[in-house]
């Protein structure tokens, strides 16, 4: 028996193939293999980069340290107070110097990673120059603030160099220390993001 003839005219069949492959009109193209391995390359720190970063991972870690001492001090006044019945006197004083440390270490840290709070709201709704014309403006205030703490965190230290810490015996220069070690950090970074911006090189933070 013969087979009906099929008409020339018919329209071939598009392949599993040729269909994946096609693109509706308007969509966007799918992203090269080496689009996608640009888009999320980033770059290495320099010398610089690593060098701050060690220093506000150091904070850190004195930061760490120092609260871990904190609990463990109060845990010991706790037990003296009520298990022995001899309250340790110098747990207080110690810890109001261990909240000092961390507080400032932490700061000088936080200034590094970007990582305090901040209302960029009205800053990103702006233009690229004022965004960052106002990125510059608040490095500066970091900058100037941090000078002005280093500056009268030393003066403090030198008028009580003879002063002693009740309860511990140490200088009363002990807490005025981490005043002057978090604003030369702050300051540091802050004009680093300064000058590394004006040279057209990314800051600690990405910028966006």
Not at 3 to 27: I, K, L
Request: aromatic share 8%; proline share 7%; net charge positive.
């Amino acid at each position: 028996m013969k087979a009906p003839h099929q008409s020339s005219s018919a329209e071939p069949v598009p392949s599993a193939s040729q269909g994946s492959t096609s693109t509706r009109r308007g969509a966007f193209p799918p992203a090269s293999p080496e689009s996608r391995s640009i888009r999320y390359q980033r770059q290495p720190p320099d010398t610089l980069d690593r060098l701050l970063d060690s220093l506000a991972h150091g904070c850190i870690m004195v930061a760490g340290v120092l609260l871990v001492f904190l609990i463990i001090t109060f845990g010991w006044l706790v037990f003296g107070r009520y298990i022995l019945n001899d309250t340790p006197t110098w747990v207080e004083q110690s810890a109001l110097l261990c909240v000092v440390y961390i507080t400032c270490l932490g700061t000088a840290a936080g200034v590094r990673h970007n990582a305090h709070l901040s209302i960029d709201l009205l800053r990103d709704a702006m233009p690229g120059p004022i965004k960052t014309l106002m990125h510059h403006l608040a490095d500066l205030f970091v900058l100037a603030f941090g000078g002005f703490m280093a500056w009268q965190g030393w003066l403090l230290m030198m008028t009580n160099l003879a002063r002693p810490i009740p309860m511990l015996g140490l200088s009363e220069s002990w807490r005025a220390a981490p005043l002057v070690i978090c604003g030369v950090l702050m300051s540091l970074f802050a004009l680093v993001n300064i000058v590394r911006r004006l040279a057209g090189h990314p800051t600690s933070t990405q910028e966006t």
